[in-house]
């Protein structure tokens, strides 16, 4: 899996940041969190190509995280066979993509998008697939906004040193070992753990625009990455309240409650006019710790 940060700003574009976007990479798929204005243009910078997007998940309805979406879809409909996209967003989703379909003309039949409506009562998990889950919950912002997490499933591991010393090659044996099935060999019974052990899957969270809430530290819980929003550093509580953001203090309490392994820091106020102030500022708050910058990338 690899993260690429396309946005660190908040509310509008500065010089040295752009609004937000996280893009994912699992497998050859694309999953693309939010999608602010210019977003596409910083795809082209980071080498990202829009053809492998499959899934779009919406936060929230703000400007700084959705006005790219427009000109994205479009660009998607222009594709000579137009992948399928789902996108997953909160309440209102279907009024408003229909509205933005409307907004420019282009063939939008030529799409083959899917929109589903979240409505998580806690965490609740909206994705189910072959490699990874995906649970949501609504945070605690001006307007309904939703964190996410992607955890991958647990992964059968062969070692092959073990399945060589019993004679085994790599081949259908091997697979069905992997697949977690026993399998007869020159008249002996062998163990899927015989050969093989579980490796745990990677869990990374997305927490914008909110107040520490149950909802958060919940999605948060034991992530091996928690990428979460601090506006404002610590000084700047009271700003923070009143437009339901968080500050650097209030999101590393969230990633030592939740026992995370590393913490990287976003969608910063535009009075910063570069990050240092911020990075600083947090891993004097919690060790493992990194302000964001565009076009970061995190392996996991
Ligand atoms: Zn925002
Ligand atoms: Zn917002």
Same mark, same amino acid.
């Given at each position: 899996m690899e993260i690429t940060i396309l946005g660190t700003s908040c509310m509008v574009p500065?010089?040295?940041?752009?609004?937000?976007?996280?893009?994912?990479e699992y497998k050859g798929e694309g999953i693309l969190f939010d999608c602010g204005e210019g977003t596409q243009r910083q795809m082209n910078i980071a080498g990202i190509?829009?053809?492998?997007?499959?899934?779009?998940?919406?936060?929230?309805? !703000?400007?700084?995280?959705?006005?790219?979406?427009?000109?994205? =879809?479009? $660009?998607?409909?222009?594709n000579e066979s137009p992948q399928k996209v789902v996108i997953f967003g909160p309440r209102e989703i279907q009024e408003r993509i229909a509205h933005l379909l409307k907004s420019v003309s282009f063939e939008e039949s030529r799409m083959d998008l899917e929109i589903k409506e979240l409505n998580p009562r806690g965490v609740e998990k909206i994705y189910d697939g072959e490699d990874y889950i995906i649970q949501a919950a609504?945070?605690?912002?001006?307007?309904?906004?939703l964190g996410f997490s992607l955890i991958e499933k647990d992964q059968?591991?062969?070692?092959?040193?073990?399945?060589?010393?019993?004679?085994?090659?790599?081949?259908?044996l091997i697979g069905k070992l992997q697949a977690g099935h026993s399998v007869n060999f020159k008249g002996q019974a062998i163990k899927p753990d015989d050969v093989s !052990?579980?490796?745990?899957?990677?869990?990374?969270?997305?927490? =914008?625009? $909110?107040?520490?809430?149950?909802?958060?530290?919940?999605?948060?819980?034991?992530a091996?990455?928690?990428?979460?929003?601090?506006?404002?550093?610590?000084?700047?509580?009271?700003?923070?309240?009143?437009?339901?953001?968080?500050?650097?203090?209030?999101?590393a309490l969230i990633a030592t409650t939740a026992n995370v392994k590393k913490l990287i820091i976003t969608h910063f106020s535009q009075r910063y006019k570069t990050n240092k102030e911020l990075e600083e500022e947090i891993k004097t708050f919690f060790q493992n710790s990194q302000a964001a910058y565009d076009f970061m990338k995190i392996k996991l």
């Amino acid at each position: 899996m690899e993260i690429t940060i396309l946005g660190t700003s908040c509310m509008v574009p500065t010089k040295e940041r752009n609004v937000q976007a996280i893009y994912v990479e699992y497998k050859g798929e694309g999953i693309l969190f939010d999608c602010g204005e210019g977003t596409q243009r910083q795809m082209n910078i980071a080498g990202i190509n829009r053809n492998k997007i499959r899934k779009i998940l919406l936060t929230h309805w !703000h400007g700084d995280h959705v006005s790219g979406l427009i000109g994205l =879809l479009q $660009t998607i409909s222009n594709n000579e066979s137009p992948q399928k996209v789902v996108i997953f967003g909160p309440r209102e989703i279907q009024e408003r993509i229909a509205h933005l379909l409307k907004s420019v003309s282009f063939e939008e039949s030529r799409m083959d998008l899917e929109i589903k409506e979240l409505n998580p009562r806690g965490v609740e998990k909206i994705y189910d697939g072959e490699d990874y889950i995906i649970q949501a919950a609504y945070l605690d912002h001006k307007i309904p906004c939703l964190g996410f997490s992607l955890i991958e499933k647990d992964q059968r591991k062969i070692n092959m040193a073990k399945a060589k010393k019993l004679g085994l090659k790599e081949g259908p044996l091997i697979g069905k070992l992997q697949a977690g099935h026993s399998v007869n060999f020159k008249g002996q019974a062998i163990k899927p753990d015989d050969v093989s !052990h579980m490796q745990k899957g990677k869990k990374f969270s997305i927490i =914008l625009d $909110t107040l520490p809430c149950t909802n958060a530290y919940e999605l948060a819980r034991e992530a091996d990455i928690l990428i979460a929003e601090s506006a404002y550093t610590s000084e700047m509580e009271e700003k923070s309240l009143e437009y339901k953001h968080m500050t650097t203090k209030q999101a590393a309490l969230i990633a030592t409650t939740a026992n995370v392994k590393k913490l990287i820091i976003t969608h910063f106020s535009q009075r910063y006019k570069t990050n240092k102030e911020l990075e600083e500022e947090i891993k004097t708050f919690f060790q493992n710790s990194q302000a964001a910058y565009d076009f970061m990338k995190i392996k996991l």
